[in-house]
């Protein structure tokens, strides 16, 4: 997930080998990455994601937890147990304001019951800001069956004359990100395999910091 996660280096890498566990482990039940998935191709070896949504991005994950049952010490078989959404997610754009309008106003309107309403994300690619850009999203959903819950905008922009690119918020950029850019406009390269690795142990020790910080 783009907006839920964070790098976690182990001895200066941010990934390690499959191999590290041996065919002798009947199963490896791994953690921190939220979408559900094998790894190498090993049934034995698996994220099984997380439990809940925790963040719009992660809106068509199969949430689940995994039912695992052994013979002895031999692996015999997974099962995936869906977890209910207590509340439903709804994700429209990315796109200009105009589609974001149409698509919005083609929500369902609210019914006799307006209890558990999905919560709405709405991605919104302009040319510029818009000040009254709330109020024409807020308007556009009155009386239908959501409530909304963010408003995410992108703008676009020029780099030189032929080159374009899609400048975002700083919500919408993971700190990684942000610090790529911030060394290819200072450098003119992108940053090689060691700054990024610098950066990212720098960055879990001051996110470890701030979490002892806030405890």
Known sequence: SEESER????GNAEALPASLFPEAVAYVALGHLH????????????????????????VNYPHQVLLVSFEGEQLARIESLP?????????????????????????????L????LPWLEVRVLLDEPLPDLRQRIET???GKACRLVRIASEYAGRRGETDSEVLVGLDQINPQE?????????????PDEQALDDFATLLQQVEFASDEVGQ
């Open 178 to 190: 942000l610090f790529a850019r911030a060394w290819e406009e200072q450098f003119g390269n992108p």
């Open 83 to 111: 977890v209910p959404r207590a509340v439903e997610m709804i994700r429209v754009g990315r796109a200009p304001l105009a589609e974001v309008i149409t698509q919005l106003e083609a929500l369902p309107t609210i019914g």
């Open 140 to 142: 556009a959903i009155t």
């Open 113 to 116: 019951f307006s209890e558990n």
């Open 35 to 58: 979408k559900p998935q094998q790894v190498a191709s090993q049934a034995r070896i698996r994220y099984s994601g997380s439990p809940l949504p925790l963040s719009f991005a992660e």
């Open 7 to 10: 790098n976690i280096v182990i």
